[in-house]
């Protein structure tokens, strides 16, 4: 079984907290640990900044992010799939810019983790940027398996 959802959000950092509960309520769907909801939202999190003080330098209402997921129920539990997508300035340097305590604001407290941390929190990750146009991260999460006792039911 199938199911998902498409957010589409102003690039405002009043939305980030938005962003990564509307991702971990959706998630419920897959009957998800707390944990495994924490590894999401944190993701989440991560490149929902990423596209508000990077992608349009700050955010701004009239800068859109879309959020787009999609949950696989399996056997063992489920997958989650996320897209965050920007229209911003995009990365130069995909290959650099996923190196960890690589940043291009240094002086603003800017550790250049985002996307390490997406990578270690996730299952799968994929980054594709074209200067001028946009950014997208693709992510997956695996969900289940034998964790049944820290099960949380929507
Ligand atoms: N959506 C985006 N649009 C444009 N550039 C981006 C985007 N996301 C990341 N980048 C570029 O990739 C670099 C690395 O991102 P990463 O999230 O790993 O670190 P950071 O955002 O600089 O620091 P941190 O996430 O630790 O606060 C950024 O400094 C920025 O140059
Ligand atoms: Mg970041």
């Keep these: 079984m199938e199911n998902y959802m498409k957010l589409e959000i102003a690039a405002l950092s009043e939305n980030e907290s938005f962003a990564r509960s509307a991702v971990a309520a959706f998630a419920l769907y897959l009957n998800p640990s707390i944990s495994e ?3 999401i939202k944190t993701a989440v999190s991560e490149a929902v900044t990423n596209s508000v003080v990077h992608a349009y330098a700050g955010g701004g209402a009239q ?5 787009e997921c999609r949950a696989e129920k399996t056997q063992e539990g489920g997958v989650l799939h996320i897209t965050v997508s920007d229209g911003g300035c995009g990365i130069e340097d995909v290959e650099k810019a996923v190196l960890p305590f690589y940043t291009t604001l240094e002086n603003d407290e800017r550790s250049g983790m985002g996307f390490t941390i997406m990578q ?5 990750f994929a980054l594709e940027s074209e200067k001028g146009r946009g950014t997208k991260v693709r992510m997956f999460r695996k969900l289940g ?8 039911n929507a």
């Design 37 to 39: 909801l924490e590894d």
């Design 63 to 67: 800068n859109k992010i879309s959020i």
């Design 145 to 152: 398996g034998n964790r049944e006792g820290e099960r949380m």
């Design 120 to 124: 270690t929190f996730m299952d799968g």
